[in-house]
């Protein structure tokens, strides 16, 4: 009996033993852990018209990871996405849109899946795509899906996951992920339909207090599809610097978004945690040279190293690219097919000087379409050309590169004006010389380039009316409207149609809640229609012939012409290196 009760006794002892050996950490363990921010559909290294290229894709990312999975092991490799994969490229419309009938995964979810990603972000672009698009994705994979403050109106849980818990080379990391609070402002309800969007800062500490009692990971990162912002408050689209100062017990705080670029220290009372951000479409990987030291279990220090890789110095993985080569092949056929004839040039640069071919033709299909008594929108594409001749899809993506769709609204008169006051007095100076800027821009000394000082994407004209825009007049006074196109009386007082994309009519660029003073919550209210995509109309435009009856110009101008040429003209060449 004693003997038995000695085995026994050893027998638990050697349990104990290797149970503590196997699970207590000691020494330096270290990871390295990379990370993507809008990649807005940049899968591969060509732009699918012959002669051009991209310099930096996914497929520069795949050659590095597999690089250096092949050093130093693929445990030794955290990879993480945060967010607005699903749009910006022709290959994501089609995998979005065209390619649907077809039952293998989505080609995010492929490329996703052959690159080893541990986690995924929810963007605002990827809410875009609409229900069907990333409901497939987050069913059909097995790598978590992130976004914490989405909430399922009916469950009352996330609708997306809210964190992923892994391990790599011996490391718990946990990474919360948080989609951009702003999306019913600038999306329609039909996209994200049963969800609600809370703002990152409400549920980021009870978050990680809740990973940690729940899971005492060794790392811990706050990956949220939402900008830097100054650090100073609780700005609710880009929250990235006030959190990372605020919020006790993360690690590393991953920023997207904003499509700038960070890697940054910065104390939050308690720790360092370091903010990293990467551009957009690729430029940059992020990595993070993560070394934690233990001694028989206790943590004893750890540091967070980070840096910004670009892309175009990285070769190309030929595996990927043959990997995914059919998916490139039916893409480029797709965005290659003559849709029309385009009777002149389209230069966007164009649009923010005055009335332009680019901005008309947007007009011309908006009030074709809608029927509506005034359009407006602005120039979506920041600097891109288009030559007269054939015109093919690839185009359309110059002309207009975002999913949005044709919205018509019941306003006033004044509210019309109060719209274009406020769309103006965010792209222009009030002049008091020739020697006066006549754009509101400022020099980045980081990029070493001028910029507007505002969102170009918010800069509205109209189309159905005629009006002046007095420089020298201060915001409230510049806007001067004359008649509507026809010459018969615009009335302040009178309710118009107006056609406009779903992100202004959401509330997206302020004009309508800030310009005109319309509660955001009455938005709905006042829209009569809601239409098909603008991508997809301009597309019927010229493949029925439409536009050779149907193109219209825009009667507005700079006031007084003579006193804002030589302006435009500096301002050009500073913003865009013309001289024209």
């Not at 979810?109 to 672009?125: I, K």
């Not at 069913?139 to 609708?159: C, F, M, R, W």
């Not at 800027?437 to 000394?445: A, G, P, T, W």
């Not at 493949?543 to 301002?571: L, T, Y």
Request: charged share 20%; glycine share 8%.
């Amino acid at each position: 009996m004693l003997k038995n009760s000695f085995k026994t006794l050893f027998a638990v002892a050697v349990l104990i033993f290797t149970a503590f050996s196997c699970t207590t950490k000691d020494g330096i363990y270290k990871v390295e852990i990379y990370a993507l921010n809008d990649v807005h559909g940049k899968f591969f290294d060509s732009l699918y018209v012959e002669g051009k290229a991209n310099s930096h894709s996914l497929a520069n990312v795949s050659e590095y990871l597999k690089n250096r999975r092949s050093q130093i092991g693929s445990d030794a490799v955290a990879m993480v996405d945060l967010g607005d994969a699903l749009q910006g490229d022709n290959s994501v419309f089609y995998a979005n849109y065209i390619d649907t009938a077809t039952a293998q995964k989505h080609l995010f979810t492929r490329v996703a899946e052959y690159l080893g990603y541990d986690a995924m972000v929810v963007g605002n672009h990827d809410i875009e795509a609409g229900h069907p698009v990333y409901d497939k994705i987050m069913a059909e994979t097995q790598i978590p899906y992130l976004a914490a403050n989405a909430i399922d109106i009916k469950s009352g849980n996330s609708y997306f996951k809210p964190y992923a818990i892994f391990e790599k080379n011996g490391l718990e990391i946990a990474v919360i992920g948080m989609t951009n609070p702003n999306i019913k402002k600038w999306l329609g309800e039909e996209l994200w339909s049963g969800m609600e969007f809370l703002p990152i800062d409400a549920l980021a500490d009870s978050l990680v207090e809740e990973v940690h009692s729940k899971y005492s990971p060794d790392i811990v990162i706050l990956a949220i599809h939402a900008g830097l912002g100054d650090g100073t408050s609780e700005d609710i689209e880009n929250p990235a610097r006030y959190l990372a100062a605020n919020t006790k017990g993360i690690d590393i705080l991953f920023s997207s978004h904003d499509h700038q670029t960070a890697c940054e220290k910065i104390w939050n009372g308690k720790d360092s945690v370091l903010l990293m951000e990467g551009g957009s479409r690729v430029k940059y990987l992020i990595k993070v040279d993560a070394a934690l030291k233990f001694n028989k279990g206790e943590l004893v220090s750890k540091s967070f190293d980070g840096q910004l890789l670009p892309m175009d110095s990285i070769a190309v993985d030929k595996d990927y690219v043959n990997n995914f080569r059919a998916d490139y092949l039916k893409t480029k056929s797709f965005t290659n097919q003559e849709i029309g004839i385009l009777n002149n040039d389209i230069n966007t640069t164009d649009a923010f000087f005055g009335p332009s071919a680019y901005i008309n033709l947007i007009h011309s299909v908006q009030l074709a379409q809608s029927g509506a008594d005034i359009s407006m929108a602005a120039p979506l594409t920041y600097n891109g050309h288009i030559d007269a001749g054939k015109l093919i899809y690839h185009d359309l993506f110059t002309i207009y590169p975002f999913e949005n769709q044709l919205y018509v609204l019941k306003l006033t008169g004044k509210q019309i004006l109060d719209c274009l006051e406020y769309s103006y007095d965010t792209w222009i100076n009030t002049m008091t010389s020739q020697s006066d800027h006549l754009m509101r821009i400022k020099f980045d000394s980081k990029r070493g380039n001028y910029s507007f000082v505002f969102p170009a994407y918010n800069f509205d004209s109209a189309a159905g009316i005629i009006y002046d825009v007095d420089v020298r007049e201060p915001f409230g006074k510049r806007v001067k409207i004359k008649s509507m196109s026809d010459g018969t009386k615009f009335d302040l007082e009178r309710t118009y149609s107006v056609a406009m994309s779903s992100y202004r009519a959401n509330g997206g660029g302020d004009l309508l809640t800030k310009g005109a003073g319309i509660p955001k919550e009455q938005l709905p209210a006042i829209i009569t229609n809601k239409m098909d995509d603008i991508r997809g109309m301009i597309f019927d435009f010229y493949r029925s012939g439409q536009q050779s009856n149907k193109m219209i110009s825009a009667q507005w101008k700079f006031v007084p012409e003579p006193f804002v040429a030589s302006a435009a003209k500096r301002d050009r060449a500073l913003l865009f290196g013309e001289s024209r």
